[in-house]
């Protein structure tokens, strides 16, 4: 699929047929999170691949949008390998885990495999929930799957303000 065409048509699936995605197909989702620039190639991403029935029914209990997706990524940062950007308001954590999951979303379009960012959690929960470490940072969950008969973008998908409102030139 042409790069243009994986923005146009990648949307938030909400409604999941349930079938497991490929290995090869999750492997492209997850080299392509890999490849993601960080602030000074810091790289502190980490990601986690829940797949378990028993595993995925934890997702359940923590939020209700997993909407029957087969694999949920859940995507973390290490709050300790961050760049501090001059004047020390901001680190370069969520960005990076943001940009991570980005080129994670674009790639399983890219693949044939519909996703969703969830961000609607308490992160301190999954942590728990989980068992991750102390110095990581939950940012979202990234379902993935094969849309189910009858899913398809929110009515609002191809909205967009123009161009014209939303850039300037100085």
């Known amino acids: 699929m042409e790069f243009m065409d994986v923005l146009k048509n990648r949307y938030s699936c909400k409604k999941y047929d349930g079938i497991q995605i490929t290995k090869e197909e999750l492997e492209v989702i997850l080299e392509a999170g890999r490849l993601a620039p960080t602030a000074k190639n810091n790289q502190e991403q980490h990601i986690y691949v829940v797949q378990s029935a028993e595993e995925l029914a934890k997702i359940d209990s923590l939020t209700p949008c997993r909407y029957g997706a087969p694999t949920v990524l859940i995507v973390a940062f290490d709050k300790n390998n961050t760049f ?27 693949v044939g495999v519909e996703s969703c ?20 940072d939950v940012l979202t969950f990234v379902d993935l799957g094969y849309a189910a008969d ?6 609002n998908h191809d909205s967009r303000k123009p161009l014209a409102d939303t850039v300037s030139y100085l």
């Open 84 to 110: 501090t950007y001059p004047g020390q308001k901001y680190d370069s954590g969520i960005e990076d885990a943001a940009i991570v999951t980005t080129h994670m979303l674009l790639a399983a379009k890219s």
């Open 117 to 136: 960012w969830v961000n609607f959690f308490d992160p301190d929960k999954v942590k728990e929930a989980f068992n991750l470490p102390e110095n990581e």
């Open 150 to 155: 009858g899913a398809g973008p929110l009515a």
